[in-house]
Protein backbone atom coordinates (compact mmCIF):
# COMPACT_ATOMS: atom_id res chain seq x y z
CA UNK A 1 0.00 0.00 0.00
CA UNK A 2 1.86 2.82 -1.39
CA UNK A 3 -0.58 4.83 -3.21
CA UNK A 4 -1.11 8.65 -2.35
CA UNK A 5 2.32 8.12 -0.95
CA UNK A 6 5.12 9.69 -2.93
CA UNK A 7 8.67 9.22 -2.11
CA UNK A 8 7.75 8.01 1.40
CA UNK A 9 9.63 5.10 1.60
CA UNK A 10 12.54 6.75 -0.34
CA UNK A 11 13.42 9.04 2.28
CA UNK A 12 16.10 8.14 4.42
CA UNK A 13 14.76 6.37 7.92
CA UNK A 14 16.41 4.85 11.11
CA UNK A 15 14.25 1.84 12.29
CA UNK A 16 15.31 0.89 15.58
CA UNK A 17 11.88 -0.49 16.61
CA UNK A 18 10.16 -3.97 14.88
CA UNK A 19 6.35 -3.21 13.77
CA UNK A 20 3.26 -3.50 13.83
CA UNK A 21 2.55 -2.37 17.23
CA UNK A 22 -0.54 -4.13 18.36
CA UNK A 23 -3.80 -3.41 17.61
CA UNK A 24 -6.09 -4.29 20.60
CA UNK A 25 -9.58 -4.04 21.76
CA UNK A 26 -11.08 -2.79 24.99
CA UNK A 27 -13.55 -5.53 26.21
CA UNK A 28 -13.85 -4.82 30.17
CA UNK A 29 -14.40 -0.61 29.15
CA UNK A 30 -16.95 -1.27 25.87
CA UNK A 31 -18.63 -3.72 28.51
CA UNK A 32 -18.96 -0.61 30.94
CA UNK A 33 -19.85 1.83 28.44
CA UNK A 34 -22.34 -0.61 26.56
CA UNK A 35 -21.73 1.49 23.23
CA UNK A 36 -19.44 1.26 20.33
CA UNK A 37 -16.81 -1.52 19.58
CA UNK A 38 -13.06 -0.32 21.13
CA UNK A 39 -10.04 -0.67 20.14
CA UNK A 40 -6.41 0.46 20.71
CA UNK A 41 -3.08 1.13 18.69
CA UNK A 42 -0.56 0.62 20.92
CA UNK A 43 2.34 2.81 19.97
CA UNK A 44 3.13 3.10 23.59
CA UNK A 45 4.47 -0.79 23.35
CA UNK A 46 7.80 0.12 21.17
CA UNK A 47 10.74 -1.31 22.81
CA UNK A 48 13.06 1.52 22.96
CA UNK A 49 13.52 3.25 26.43
CA UNK A 50 9.72 3.22 27.34
CA UNK A 51 8.20 3.60 24.10
CA UNK A 52 5.93 6.18 22.06
CA UNK A 53 4.82 8.02 19.20
CA UNK A 54 7.63 9.79 19.04
CA UNK A 55 9.68 6.81 18.02
CA UNK A 56 7.90 6.72 14.40
CA UNK A 57 8.95 10.59 14.63
CA UNK A 58 12.69 10.02 15.24
CA UNK A 59 13.17 7.49 12.86
CA UNK A 60 13.32 10.13 10.27
CA UNK A 61 14.79 12.88 12.14
CA UNK A 62 17.50 9.97 12.74
CA UNK A 63 17.55 9.56 9.25
CA UNK A 64 18.73 13.04 7.86
CA UNK A 65 20.79 12.98 10.89
CA UNK A 66 23.04 10.00 9.72
CA UNK A 67 22.81 11.20 6.21
CA UNK A 68 24.40 14.53 7.56
CA UNK A 69 27.61 12.72 9.22
CA UNK A 70 25.79 13.78 12.57
CA UNK A 71 28.06 13.22 16.09
CA UNK A 72 25.73 15.26 18.00
CA UNK A 73 21.87 15.60 18.04
CA UNK A 74 20.09 18.47 19.64
CA UNK A 75 16.51 19.01 20.68
CA UNK A 76 14.24 21.51 23.02
CA UNK A 77 11.07 20.57 24.84
CA UNK A 78 9.49 20.59 27.97
CA UNK A 79 10.70 19.85 30.93
CA UNK A 80 8.89 16.20 30.77
CA UNK A 81 9.31 16.07 27.18
CA UNK A 82 8.75 12.56 25.90
CA UNK A 83 10.13 13.33 22.93
CA UNK A 84 13.66 14.42 24.21
CA UNK A 85 13.36 11.03 26.22
CA UNK A 86 13.46 9.08 23.01
CA UNK A 87 15.86 11.54 20.83
CA UNK A 88 18.66 10.30 23.68
CA UNK A 89 17.33 7.05 23.53
CA UNK A 90 18.15 6.90 19.42
CA UNK A 91 21.50 8.91 20.24
CA UNK A 92 22.63 6.48 22.72
CA UNK A 93 21.58 3.99 20.49
CA UNK A 94 23.54 4.84 17.61
CA UNK A 95 26.62 6.39 19.32
CA UNK A 96 25.46 9.90 19.06
CA UNK A 97 26.30 12.84 21.77
CA UNK A 98 22.55 14.29 22.95
CA UNK A 99 21.70 17.57 24.56
CA UNK A 100 18.57 18.41 25.06
CA UNK A 101 17.34 21.82 26.07
CA UNK A 102 14.37 21.49 28.85
CA UNK A 103 12.01 24.46 28.46
CA UNK A 104 10.13 26.17 31.19
CA UNK A 105 6.82 25.48 30.24
CA UNK A 106 4.95 24.05 33.16
CA UNK A 107 4.33 26.49 36.10
CA UNK A 108 4.92 23.55 38.55
CA UNK A 109 6.98 23.20 41.93
CA UNK A 110 6.66 20.38 42.55
CA UNK A 111 10.33 18.73 42.88
CA UNK A 112 9.55 15.40 41.03
CA UNK A 113 8.63 17.00 37.77
CA UNK A 114 12.41 18.17 37.22
CA UNK A 115 14.09 15.26 38.95
CA UNK A 116 11.98 12.06 37.90
CA UNK A 117 10.35 10.62 34.89
CA UNK A 118 11.60 11.32 31.84
CA UNK A 119 14.01 13.56 33.12
CA UNK A 120 15.50 10.84 35.01
CA UNK A 121 15.92 8.32 31.99
CA UNK A 122 17.43 11.07 29.93
CA UNK A 123 20.13 11.37 32.49
CA UNK A 124 20.93 7.55 32.86
CA UNK A 125 20.78 7.70 29.10
CA UNK A 126 23.80 10.09 29.11
CA UNK A 127 22.27 13.31 27.28
CA UNK A 128 23.81 16.74 28.22
CA UNK A 129 20.95 18.74 29.54
CA UNK A 130 19.99 22.46 29.30
CA UNK A 131 17.52 24.58 30.42
CA UNK A 132 15.26 27.51 28.78
CA UNK A 133 13.30 29.68 31.26
CA UNK A 134 10.54 30.35 28.81
CA UNK A 135 8.14 27.76 27.72
CA UNK A 136 6.18 29.26 24.92
CA UNK A 137 8.76 31.20 22.71
CA UNK A 138 9.10 28.19 19.68
CA UNK A 139 11.42 30.67 18.17
CA UNK A 140 13.84 31.61 20.97
CA UNK A 141 14.20 28.52 22.35
CA UNK A 142 15.26 27.18 18.73
CA UNK A 143 17.81 30.19 18.16
CA UNK A 144 19.30 29.06 21.99
CA UNK A 145 19.56 25.51 20.48
CA UNK A 146 21.21 27.10 16.92
CA UNK A 147 24.24 28.74 19.80
CA UNK A 148 24.62 25.41 21.40
CA UNK A 149 24.87 24.02 18.12
CA UNK A 150 27.18 26.66 16.84
CA UNK A 151 29.43 26.15 19.91
CA UNK A 152 29.73 22.41 18.93
CA UNK A 153 30.41 23.40 15.55
CA UNK A 154 33.32 25.46 16.14
CA UNK A 155 35.16 22.45 18.58
CA UNK A 156 35.10 20.43 15.66
CA UNK A 157 31.72 18.85 16.00
CA UNK A 158 28.76 18.12 13.78
CA UNK A 159 25.47 18.83 15.35
CA UNK A 160 22.04 18.54 13.83
CA UNK A 161 19.38 20.12 15.42
CA UNK A 162 15.95 19.42 15.47
CA UNK A 163 13.91 22.51 15.73
CA UNK A 164 10.41 23.22 17.10
CA UNK A 165 8.90 25.95 15.68
CA UNK A 166 7.25 25.46 12.21
CA UNK A 167 8.90 26.47 8.90
CA UNK A 168 11.06 23.08 8.61
CA UNK A 169 9.83 20.30 7.01
CA UNK A 170 7.60 18.16 9.43
CA UNK A 171 9.62 14.92 8.49
CA UNK A 172 8.36 13.69 12.37
CA UNK A 173 5.04 13.98 10.76
CA UNK A 174 6.26 11.06 7.72
CA UNK A 175 6.33 8.96 11.45
CA UNK A 176 2.74 8.76 11.60
CA UNK A 177 2.30 8.53 7.63
CA UNK A 178 3.85 5.23 7.64
CA UNK A 179 1.84 4.52 11.10
CA UNK A 180 -1.43 5.48 9.25
CA UNK A 181 -0.43 2.64 7.12
CA UNK A 182 0.72 -0.27 9.28
CA UNK A 183 -3.00 0.28 11.25
CA UNK A 184 -5.02 0.63 7.64
CA UNK A 185 -3.06 -2.90 6.81
CA UNK A 186 -3.82 -4.17 10.15
CA UNK A 187 -7.80 -2.83 9.82
CA UNK A 188 -7.92 -4.44 6.74
CA UNK A 189 -6.41 -7.69 7.90
CA UNK A 190 -8.68 -7.81 10.85
CA UNK A 191 -11.97 -6.82 8.89
CA UNK A 192 -12.30 -3.64 11.18
CA UNK A 193 -14.30 -0.48 9.80
CA UNK A 194 -13.88 2.28 12.51
CA UNK A 195 -16.34 4.96 12.44
CA UNK A 196 -13.76 7.56 14.11
CA UNK A 197 -10.20 7.66 15.20
CA UNK A 198 -9.56 9.61 18.65
CA UNK A 199 -5.36 10.89 18.40
CA UNK A 200 -3.83 13.57 21.06
CA UNK A 201 -2.83 17.12 18.88
CA UNK A 202 0.32 18.78 20.19
CA UNK A 203 3.08 19.94 17.69
CA UNK A 204 0.41 18.46 15.24
CA UNK A 205 3.17 16.01 13.55
CA UNK A 206 0.94 13.26 14.94
CA UNK A 207 -2.02 14.17 14.08
CA UNK A 208 -1.10 15.62 10.95
CA UNK A 209 0.81 12.90 9.75
CA UNK A 210 -1.60 10.11 10.62
CA UNK A 211 -4.90 12.19 8.76
CA UNK A 212 -2.70 12.61 5.66
CA UNK A 213 -1.72 8.41 5.76
CA UNK A 214 -5.31 8.07 6.73
CA UNK A 215 -7.16 9.80 3.47
CA UNK A 216 -3.93 9.08 1.17
CA UNK A 217 -4.90 5.22 1.36
CA UNK A 218 -8.63 6.34 1.47
CA UNK A 219 -9.76 5.46 4.27
CA UNK A 220 -12.24 8.71 5.31
CA UNK A 221 -13.65 8.13 8.67
CA UNK A 222 -13.14 11.36 10.87
CA UNK A 223 -10.35 11.78 12.48
CA UNK A 224 -10.83 13.72 16.24
CA UNK A 225 -7.17 15.32 17.16
CA UNK A 226 -7.19 16.54 20.54
CA UNK A 227 -5.63 19.54 21.86
CA UNK A 228 -3.54 19.19 24.57
CA UNK A 229 -1.50 22.05 23.75
CA UNK A 230 -3.00 25.02 22.90
CA UNK A 231 -6.57 26.07 21.78
CA UNK A 232 -8.31 24.25 18.61
CA UNK A 233 -8.82 27.68 16.76
CA UNK A 234 -4.57 28.01 17.11
CA UNK A 235 -4.33 24.17 16.17
CA UNK A 236 -6.85 23.42 13.23
CA UNK A 237 -4.75 25.86 10.57
CA UNK A 238 -1.80 24.22 12.25
CA UNK A 239 -2.26 20.88 11.09
CA UNK A 240 -3.94 21.91 7.80
CA UNK A 241 -0.27 23.61 7.12
CA UNK A 242 1.54 20.45 8.06
CA UNK A 243 -0.52 18.06 5.89
CA UNK A 244 0.18 21.01 3.17
CA UNK A 245 3.73 20.44 4.26
CA UNK A 246 3.81 16.89 4.11
CA UNK A 247 2.44 16.70 0.59
CA UNK A 248 5.74 18.81 -0.66
CA UNK A 249 8.24 16.16 1.13
CA UNK A 250 6.38 13.21 -0.54
CA UNK A 251 5.57 15.07 -3.78
CA UNK A 252 2.42 13.96 -3.80
CA UNK A 253 -1.08 16.26 -3.92
CA UNK A 254 -2.29 16.93 -0.17
CA UNK A 255 -5.68 14.32 -0.04
CA UNK A 256 -6.63 16.49 3.30
CA UNK A 257 -9.04 19.47 3.08
CA UNK A 258 -10.03 21.33 5.92
CA UNK A 259 -13.37 19.85 6.72
CA UNK A 260 -10.89 17.36 7.75
CA UNK A 261 -9.26 19.20 10.60
CA UNK A 262 -11.38 17.83 13.19
CA UNK A 263 -10.25 19.20 17.01
CA UNK A 264 -11.48 19.50 20.07
CA UNK A 265 -9.79 21.63 23.16
CA UNK A 266 -12.64 20.24 25.38
CA UNK A 267 -9.78 18.52 27.83
CA UNK A 268 -7.10 21.20 27.65
CA UNK A 269 -7.69 23.08 30.83
CA UNK A 270 -6.66 24.12 32.49
CA UNK A 271 -3.33 24.16 30.29
CA UNK A 272 -0.35 22.18 28.62
CA UNK A 273 1.28 19.60 31.26
CA UNK A 274 -2.18 20.31 33.88
CA UNK A 275 -4.12 17.76 34.81
CA UNK A 276 -8.10 17.97 34.82
CA UNK A 277 -10.55 15.80 36.74
CA UNK A 278 -11.92 14.28 33.46
CA UNK A 279 -7.77 13.21 32.70
CA UNK A 280 -7.32 11.76 35.87
CA UNK A 281 -10.85 9.57 35.10
CA UNK A 282 -9.68 8.33 32.09
CA UNK A 283 -5.81 7.53 33.38
CA UNK A 284 -7.79 5.58 36.53
CA UNK A 285 -10.27 3.73 34.01
CA UNK A 286 -7.59 2.82 31.61
CA UNK A 287 -5.59 1.24 33.86
CA UNK A 288 -7.76 -0.36 35.97
CA UNK A 289 -10.32 -1.85 33.63
CA UNK A 290 -7.70 -2.93 30.57
CA UNK A 291 -4.24 -2.17 32.12
CA UNK A 292 -3.22 0.67 29.94
CA UNK A 293 -0.70 3.12 31.17
CA UNK A 294 -1.92 6.96 29.92
CA UNK A 295 0.02 9.82 31.00
CA UNK A 296 -1.40 13.29 32.53
CA UNK A 297 0.09 15.41 29.70
CA UNK A 298 -0.90 13.55 26.18
CA UNK A 299 -2.57 10.04 26.16
CA UNK A 300 -4.66 10.91 29.63
CA UNK A 301 -6.18 14.27 27.71
CA UNK A 302 -6.92 12.05 24.58
CA UNK A 303 -8.12 9.22 26.25
CA UNK A 304 -10.71 11.67 28.33
CA UNK A 305 -11.98 12.06 24.83
CA UNK A 306 -12.05 9.18 23.49
CA UNK A 307 -14.04 7.71 26.44
CA UNK A 308 -16.31 10.83 25.85
CA UNK A 309 -16.63 9.90 22.06
CA UNK A 310 -17.67 6.39 23.34
CA UNK A 311 -20.24 7.09 25.92
CA UNK A 312 -22.19 9.17 23.20
CA UNK A 313 -21.51 6.50 20.41
CA UNK A 314 -23.97 3.88 18.89
CA UNK A 315 -23.72 0.14 19.37
CA UNK A 316 -22.79 -0.23 15.36
CA UNK A 317 -19.89 2.15 15.96
CA UNK A 318 -16.38 1.36 15.64
CA UNK A 319 -14.02 3.69 17.76
CA UNK A 320 -9.83 3.45 17.28
CA UNK A 321 -7.46 5.69 20.65
CA UNK A 322 -3.96 6.03 19.22
CA UNK A 323 -1.96 5.40 22.49
CA UNK A 324 0.78 7.60 22.14
CA UNK A 325 2.63 6.83 25.29
CA UNK A 326 4.16 9.37 27.46
CA UNK A 327 4.11 6.68 30.18
CA UNK A 328 7.60 7.87 32.49
CA UNK A 329 5.47 11.27 33.22
CA UNK A 330 2.86 9.19 35.71
CA UNK A 331 6.36 8.87 37.98
CA UNK A 332 7.07 12.67 38.04
CA UNK A 333 2.80 13.50 38.60
CA UNK A 334 3.35 10.99 41.22
CA UNK A 335 2.25 13.97 43.93
CA UNK A 336 -0.19 14.87 41.20
CA UNK A 337 -1.88 11.69 40.71
CA UNK A 338 -1.36 10.45 44.50
CA UNK A 339 -4.17 13.06 45.46
CA UNK A 340 -6.38 11.81 44.12
CA UNK A 341 -5.76 8.52 46.23
CA UNK A 342 -5.90 11.31 49.40
CA UNK A 343 -1.51 11.13 49.68
C1 LIG B 1 3.08 10.76 24.67
C2 LIG B 1 2.77 11.81 23.66
N1 LIG B 1 1.59 11.77 23.06
C3 LIG B 1 1.24 12.71 22.15
C4 LIG B 1 2.07 13.76 21.84
C5 LIG B 1 1.64 14.76 20.83
O1 LIG B 1 2.24 14.45 19.60
P1 LIG B 1 2.55 15.56 18.55
O2 LIG B 1 3.59 16.48 19.14
O3 LIG B 1 3.06 14.82 17.38
O4 LIG B 1 1.29 16.31 18.28
C6 LIG B 1 3.34 13.83 22.45
C7 LIG B 1 4.22 14.97 22.16
O5 LIG B 1 5.22 15.19 22.77
C8 LIG B 1 3.69 12.83 23.38
O6 LIG B 1 4.88 12.86 24.00
Known amino acids: ?36 RLYVKRDDTHPLAFGGNKVRQLEFYFGEAREQ ?45 RSSGNVLVERLLGATLHSY ?23 GRTPYVIHLAPGHPPLGALGYVVGARELAGQLEAMEIRPSAFVVPSGSGATHAGFLFGLRALGIDAPVLGVCVRR ?28 ADVQITDEF ?42 ARRGAAEETLVFLHTGGTPAIFAYGNVLGEGFGW
Open 133 to 155: PDGEDEAGADARLEEIAAGLRAS
Open 1 to 36: MTDGLGRLDELPRVRLAPDPTPLERLPNIEREIAGP
Open 231 to 258: AADLQQPRILARCGEIAKLLGVPSPVIA
Open 69 to 113: GADSVLITGAVQSNFCRLCAAFAARLGLECHIQMEDRVPSGDPLY
Open 268 to 309: LAPGYGQLNPATREAIMTGASREALMLDPVYSGKAMAAFLDR
